[in-house]
């Protein structure tokens, strides 16, 4: 029978509707094979070496009109597949003493942690998931960042996050100006990432969970 729709719940779990009835087919526990007919994030391009390799848009214009003020209320998402646990920025913001940025990173633990720094390298809010992400594995990763309150979602389900760390003046928003960078730490040249990133996106808005 054909499958009339297919429905996303997030982390992976599908609710599937056929078209008539398949009792007599279908048994508790049977794995199902579907043909994909829309194109997922299939291609990851090269793998980022952990040392070297990154992306980056510097603070010229436009960036310095667009990315480079956005300080509070964003979302960034990326699809992540780390091929080793070792710390490294997917996408961020930052000057070239890291004074100021805002950042979506993977701890040494595969954990993901999100954070801004304002007016100097000690002025830092972050927050981090208790979840890590699975290794060789695509993930897809956003977060939103609201006034310190931040939310992050593993494929689309929200997943907890621990209690803020901060330090010196606390900021719950970013610092302004700096490269824009996938896989290091903006101009600051540090913290790049192992493994693959593809699909990254940001927005100066908040994005609720179905968008």
Request: charged residues 10%.
């Amino acid at each position: 029978s054909a499958v009339s729709t297919v429905t996303h719940n997030g982390n992976r779990s599908y609710d599937a509707v056929f078209a008539s009835t398949v009792a007599s087919i279908l048994s508790e526990g049977m794995r199902l094979e579907f043909t994909k007919v829309t194109a997922g994030n299939a291609y990851m391009g090269g793998a980022f070496n952990g040392s070297s390799h990154y992306f980056t848009r510097t603070a010229a214009a436009p960036l310095n009109g667009t990315l480079g003020t956005v300080t509070n209320n964003f979302t960034i998402e990326a699809v992540v597949q780390p091929t080793s646990y070792a710390s490294g920025m997917i996408a961020a913001r930052a000057d070239g003493t890291a004074a100021n940025g805002l950042f979506l990173y993977m701890n040494a633990t595969g954990q993901i942690s999100v954070g801004v720094r304002s007016g100097g390298v000690g002025n830092y809010r972050e927050i981090a998931t208790y979840q890590s992400l699975p290794l060789n594995k695509k993930t897809h990763v956003a977060m939103s960042w609201t006034g310190g309150t931040v939310v992050i979602y593993f494929d689309g389900v929200s997943v907890p996050v621990g209690a803020a760390a901060t330090s010196g003046t606390a900021p719950t928003t970013a610092g302004t100006g700096g490269d824009f960078s996938i896989g290091r730490f903006g101009a600051y040249a540090a913290n790049y990432f192992t493994g693959y990133i593809s699909n990254v996106a940001v927005f100066d808005a908040v994005l609720s969970a179905s968008t």
